[in-house]
């Protein structure tokens, strides 16, 4: 995963084997040497990561986060703050503010990388969401990360004690989180359970949690929820084996409670941009396919579906309706297009009303609806067809709400064998159509099978 990193430091020295180190890796780095430069490259530059000493001459490394988290263009980046400090006062004022994550000199950059690894991904996700959402807002609104209360954990651990001061930790932000003493019991309530977060201690004794970790991630159910591990110091391969599993992040013992709440509201965002994606993804999907007027699917889902139901080696034939409301024109003219809007709502649900299940109404266009019917005989779909005019003909549309007028449909039936094109039996129906219309209108016509002798 490559990623756009901003190394912040006043000791030249520092942040060329910052630099060197990450480029290895082949992260495309910059250094800034004080504050001032830091903001004007957060700004300009757009990195992905900002990692920021805390003691400068100019501006220490807090107010600079600040400044960051503080700016429009600037406050969806990730800032992890490397400190020789240790106090918990110095994380405490990292958290206020704003920091993501904490790292301590002597770097380790195995460390680092995971560290890197799991913010870049956060980042990364924040900005699909925005990029996503942005026209759908139509401007760019102020970011405000999520809140996490009443978010669902999880803490997986056989020492019920250490878990509870788990529980304690997570409860200050509102977080709802139970506990599960053994792998069984964590992956059953994993898998029932709305998680937003599951805490695995590495330090069980009775079964494996690594083990756990890999069913999680191949769980279809749990696969997408976040997976910080506590661990002590000496279980650092254990640590970097749980990342290659899949595990999100991790907190040390003995834990700094501040430390693993910012991990943990990290992480739960994390999870909260995902369901952001997926919804705006579905939410956008709907619109490409669906009709906004008659919640009816539109002409581009239905080429598809006829392509699919027509596509070789199906065995079935499908027969098509197109549908065309009489006189549509009138209506409009004589009480205006937000009255013709009502009355093709009402037929859409009409028509919607009376096909089967496995059938597809579709708006094709304008006053003009298609009606999919796969396994459908000519004769069986006429015989609908004929139930779908009259649905219409006697659903009662008022137009003033006082007197009822006549509003009619006019359908045309084509089938056509599996193998043929959708084009084929859309003209067949087409025709039909035409001279329902011609004859009268409000009655249905039939066409020869599309590819019959």
């Given at each position: 995963?490559?990623?756009?990193?901003?190394?912040?430091?006043d000791?030249?020295?520092?942040?060329r084997?910052?630099?060197?180190?990450?480029?290895?890796?082949?992260?495309?780095?910059?250094?800034?040497?004080?504050?001032?430069?830091?903001?004007?490259?957060?700004?300009?530059?757009?990195?992905?990561?900002?990692l920021?000493?805390?003691?400068?001459?100019?501006?220490?490394?807090?107010?600079?986060?600040?400044r960051?988290?503080?700016?429009?263009?600037?406050?969806?980046?990730?800032?992890?703050?490397?400190?020789?400090?240790?106090?918990?006062?110095?994380?405490?004022?990292?958290?206020?503010?704003?920091?993501?994550?904490?790292?301590?000199?002597p770097?380790?950059?195995?460390?680092?990388?995971?560290?890197?690894?799991?913010?870049?991904?956060?980042?990364?996700?924040?900005?699909?969401?925005?990029?996503?959402?942005?026209p759908?807002?139509?401007?760019?609104e102020?970011?405000?990360?999520?809140?996490?209360?009443?978010?669902?954990?999880?803490?997986?651990?056989?020492d019920?004690?250490?878990?509870?001061?788990?529980?304690?930790?997570?409860?200050?932000?509102?977080?709802?989180?139970?506990?599960?003493?053994?792998?069984?019991?964590?992956?059953s309530?994993?898998?029932?359970?709305?998680?937003?977060?599951?805490?695995?201690?590495?330090?069980?004794?009775?079964?494996?949690?690594?083990?756990?970790?890999?069913r999680?991630?191949?769980?279809?159910?749990?696969?997408?929820i976040?997976?910080?591990?506590?661990?002590?110091?000496?279980?650092?391969?254990?640590?970097?084996?749980?990342?290659?599993?899949?595990?999100?992040?991790?907190?040390?013992?003995?834990?700094?409670?501040?430390?693993?709440?910012?991990?943990?509201?990290?992480?739960?965002?994390?999870?909260?941009?995902?369901?952001?994606?997926?919804?705006?993804?579905?939410?956008?999907l709907?619109?490409?396919?669906?009709?906004?007027?008659?919640?009816?699917?539109?002409?581009r889902?239905?080429?598809?579906?006829?392509?699919?139901?027509?596509?070789?080696?199906?065995?079935?034939?499908?027969?098509?309706?197109?549908?065309?409301?009489?006189?549509?024109?009138?209506?409009?003219?004589?009480?205006?297009?937000?009255?013709?809007?009502?009355?093709?709502?009402?037929?859409?649900?009409?028509?919607?009303?009376?096909?089967?299940?496995?059938?597809?109404?579709?708006?094709?266009?304008?006053?003009?609806?298609?009606?999919?019917?796969p396994?459908?005989?000519?004769?069986?779909?006429?015989?609908?067809?004929?139930?779908?005019?009259?649905?219409?003909?006697?659903?009662?549309?008022m137009?003033?709400?006082?007197?009822?007028?006549?509003?009619?449909i006019?359908?045309?039936?084509?089938?056509?064998?599996?193998?043929?094109?959708?084009?084929?039996?859309?003209?067949?129906?087409?025709g039909?159509?035409?001279?329902?219309?011609?004859?009268?209108?409000?009655?249905?016509?039939?066409?020869?099978?599309?590819?019959?002798?």
């Open positions: 995963m490559t990623a756009r990193i901003l190394v912040v430091d000791v030249a020295a520092n942040a084997l910052l630099e060197a180190r990450l480029g290895q890796e082949y992260y495309d780095v910059r250094t800034a040497p004080c504050g001032a430069d830091a903001l004007a490259a957060a700004r300009a530059w757009q990195p992905d990561l900002v920021l000493d805390v003691m400068m001459p100019d501006m220490d490394g807090y107010e600079v986060c600040r960051i988290k503080g700016g429009t263009a600037t406050r969806h980046i990730p800032v992890v703050m490397v400190t020789a400090l240790q106090e918990a006062g110095e994380r405490i004022a990292g958290l206020e503010a704003g920091a993501d994550d904490f790292l301590t000199k770097v380790d950059f195995e460390t680092l990388l995971a560290r890197v690894k799991s913010l870049v991904r956060l980042k990364r996700l924040l900005d699909e969401w925005r990029s996503r959402s942005a759908m807002r139509g401007v760019e102020e970011f405000v990360p999520p809140s996490v209360a009443g978010a669902r954990a999880l803490v997986v651990d056989d019920a004690a250490a878990a509870l001061a788990v529980q304690d930790v997570l409860a200050r932000d509102g977080i709802i989180a139970g506990r599960a003493g053994s792998e069984a019991e964590a992956s309530l994993a898998a029932g359970l709305p998680l937003d977060l599951v805490v695995l201690s590495l330090s069980m004794t009775v079964d494996d949690p690594l083990r756990l970790a890999s999680l991630r191949a769980g279809d159910a749990t696969q997408d976040p997976l910080l591990l506590i661990a002590a110091a000496e279980q650092k391969d254990r640590i970097l084996r749980g990342f290659d599993l899949g595990a999100n992040d991790w907190v040390m013992r003995p834990i700094d409670p501040n430390e693993l709440r910012a991990r943990a509201r990290n992480q739960i965002r994390r999870r909260v941009y995902q369901e952001r994606l997926r919804n705006d993804l579905g939410h956008a709907e619109l490409a396919l669906i009709d906004p007027l008659t919640g009816l699917y539109n002409q889902y239905l080429m598809r579906d006829l392509a699919a139901r027509l596509a070789p080696g199906r065995d079935a034939t499908v027969a098509l309706v197109m549908i065309d409301v009489d006189h549509f024109k009138t209506v409009n003219d004589r009480w205006g297009h937000p009255v013709g809007d009502r009355a093709l709502r009402l037929v859409a649900e009409a028509l919607r009303g009376r096909v089967r299940l496995a059938d597809s109404v579709a708006r094709y266009g304008g006053e003009e609806f298609a009606v999919v019917m396994g459908a005989s000519l004769a069986e779909a006429q015989t609908a067809a004929e139930r779908l005019r009259a649905a219409v003909e006697t659903m009662g549309f137009p003033d709400g006082v007197t009822p007028y006549p509003l009619t006019s359908l045309g039936v084509a089938t056509h064998p599996a193998g043929g094109s959708a084009e084929q039996l859309i003209a067949a129906a087409d039909a159509l035409y001279e329902a219309k011609r004859g009268g209108r409000n009655r249905v016509e039939t066409a020869a099978e599309v590819g019959a002798d």
